[in-house]
């Protein structure tokens, strides 16, 4: 058993803003516990880097989207700890194409990844934070989950979809003093997308108030918020991350 005091979990940690937010948990006082689809060797420089800075860091290969994969991943981390008390639903896939062009097997990848896989998790995580009374879920959304995007059905659907879930599971956990919450980022400087070609990304940065491209600790600060003690008394709600791209 690890000694850490407490234990966070945070789905995709290998890259990107999940890497950022288990950095950010990088803590003698936690334990972070991440899993991966099947970037290994991105999967250890998280660990590299969340021990560096002194942290408590773990790392499982586990597809959300399959359930046997998501049981196997979180009965790893109880052979470690006994309990979780944030789980951060961050994972993610972005598959495109125009509706008319967009493959069936894209959209269901899409769907069973980024809905499916948060209610995976979440039903694992739930079932050990009612019998603690206290847990922190929180949910990466997507600024297009309100507003849609042209080319990303699947994608924002997904997306909006989780605000939804958010708000059931807030409901239905709340008397065990369980909130659920989520982070909505607009535009941040992750692999997904970095391939845009510059001209998209002008375009896009023409619509941000803030007039940037966001980055992954951004992301990061707005979950260590939402699992800290000040928000306490919130739970149901988004935060936008997204430089006023959408109000
Ligand atoms: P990213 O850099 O592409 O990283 C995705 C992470 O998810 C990786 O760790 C990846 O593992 C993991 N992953 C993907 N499919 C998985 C699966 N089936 N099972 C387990 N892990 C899986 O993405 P990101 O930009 O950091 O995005 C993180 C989250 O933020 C996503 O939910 C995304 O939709 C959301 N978001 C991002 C942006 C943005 O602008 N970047 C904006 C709004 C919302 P591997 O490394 O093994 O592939």
């Known amino acids: 058993m ?4 407490r234990t966070i979990v945070v789905t995709g940690g290998s ?9 950010e948990f990088a803590d003698s006082d936690i ?14 420089k998280t ?4 021990k ?6 773990y790392a499982f290969k586990a597809d959300i989207s399959v359930f046997d994969e998501v049981k196997t991943f979180f009965d790893k981390i109880f052979q470690h700890t006994e309990k979780i008390d944030i789980l951060v639903n961050n994972a993610g896939i972005s598959k495109n194409g125009l509706i008319p062009l967009l493959k069936e097997s894209d959209w269901d990848k899409t769907i069973n990844t980024n809905l499916k896989g948060i209610f995976l998790c979440t039903k694992i995580a739930a079932k050990k934070m009612i019998r603690q009374k206290y847990g922190r879920i929180i949910n990466i959304s ?10 990303q059905a699947g994608y924002s659907a997904s997306k909006a979809g989780i605000i939804a879930f958010t708000k059931s599971a807030a409901q239905e956990l709340a008397s065990r ?3 659920v919450n989520a982070v909505a980022p607009g535009f941040i400087n992750t692999d997904m997308t970095r391939a845009l070609t510059e001209k998209v990304k002008k375009k896009i940065v023409a619509k941000i108030p803030l007039e940037k491209i966001g980055e992954d600790r951004n992301v990061a600060d707005a979950v260590k918020f939402l699992s800290s003690e000040q928000a306490s008394y ?11 791209m959408y109000m």
């Open 177 to 179: 003093n369980i909130t």
């Open 52 to 57: 560096k800075a002194g942290g408590c860091g």
């Open 2 to 5: 690890t000694k850490a005091k």
């Open 31 to 44: 334990c972070v516990y991440f899993n991966y689809l099947s970037n290994k060797a991105e999967a250890d």
């Open 234 to 244: 919130i739970t149901g709600q988004v935060i936008h991350v997204n430089g006023g």
């Open 47 to 50: 660990i590299t880097l969340i």
């Open 142 to 151: 997507s600024v297009v989950g309100f507003t849609g995007s042209a080319g």
């Open 15 to 23: 890259r990107g803003i999940g890497r950022a937010i288990s950095l």
